[in-house]
């Protein structure tokens, strides 16, 4: 649909369509989601427990927050989302068309059909990962441990095996690239929970968020600065894109 946007109305009033849409999305979810009155929750045995202060609104958030960060399983929860969605916006967010193009010679349509496999393993992997994270293996730990896994065979599968694989195959891989890269999502934000409670997954859920967010716009430019140097120093493209 994005492309057909962008067609028409091209990139910057597709752009602004989008953004309105979000915030009139977010807006909806303001007025129709509740947050009163507040659960009553039992924390895991072995979660950690933040020492709340008395001073209440920003300040006691900051101070609550300050506590987290001091704690090694929040840099863990950090890690995870740098590592696995934040590689997805830079590969599916940005490198993965001209990929697509430039190496393997896909039309814009095609290559942007790939990269729109993406979502579909989003919007799949979501409720399979909490279900086996909840029903199955009983364990957040593992699923974010094999989706981690996943990713790494279908990045290799792209960057070494793409030939063999066939137009069907790369849809294919790429629904799993977003499956691998966005379902843990979920897992890591009912560990989250799970390790501070409902009183702090607005502040820390935020901050993780950014991460993911942060560690996405990095590593574009990290991969743009590769793929530079590759060029520099007179590489072919194919192995300047294996190299990001």
């Keep these: ?91 599916n967010g940005l490198w993965a068309t001209p990929y697509l193009k430039d190496v393997y010679a896909f039309s814009d349509a095609e290559a942007g059909l790939m990269v729109a496999m993406g979502g579909w393993g989003f919007i799949i992997g979501i409720p399979l990962a909490t279900w086996l994270g909840d029903k199955v293996l009983r364990s957040n730990r593992v699923v974010i441990a094999a989706s981690g896994a996943l990713g790494l065979l279908c990045m290799a599968l792209l960057i070494w095996r793409i030939d063999s694989l066939g137009r069907t195959g790369i849809y294919a891989v790429m629904i799993m690239l ?25 502040g820390v859920g935020g901050a993780l968020g950014c991460s993911g967010f942060l560690g996405g716009a990095a590593t574009q430019i990290l991969c743009g600065r590769l793929l530079q140097y590759a060029q520099d120093h007179g590489w072919e493209v194919g192995p300047g894109y294996a190299l990001v």
Excluded: Q
Excluded at 24 to 41: F, H, Q
Excluded at 186 to 200: E, I, T, V
């Design 1 to 91: 649909v994005m492309p057909l946007f962008k067609i028409h109305f091209g990139w910057r009033h597709t752009f602004m369509g989008v953004a309105v849409l979000t915030i009139v999305y977010a807006a909806s979810l303001w007025l129709v989601i509740r947050d009163w009155p507040p659960e009553e929750e039992k924390l895991n045995p072995d979660s950690v427990r933040v020492t709340r202060s008395n001073s209440g609104g920003a300040r006691e958030l900051f101070f609550n927050l300050c506590l987290v960060a001091k704690t090694g399983d929040f840099w863990k929860l950090v890690l995870f989302f740098v590592a696995l969605p934040g590689g997805y916006f830079a590969f």
């Design 178 to 202: 977003g499956m691998a890269f966005n379902a843990p999502n979920a897992n890591a934000y009912a560990a989250m929970r799970c390790l501070y409670g409902a009183k702090m997954a607005g």
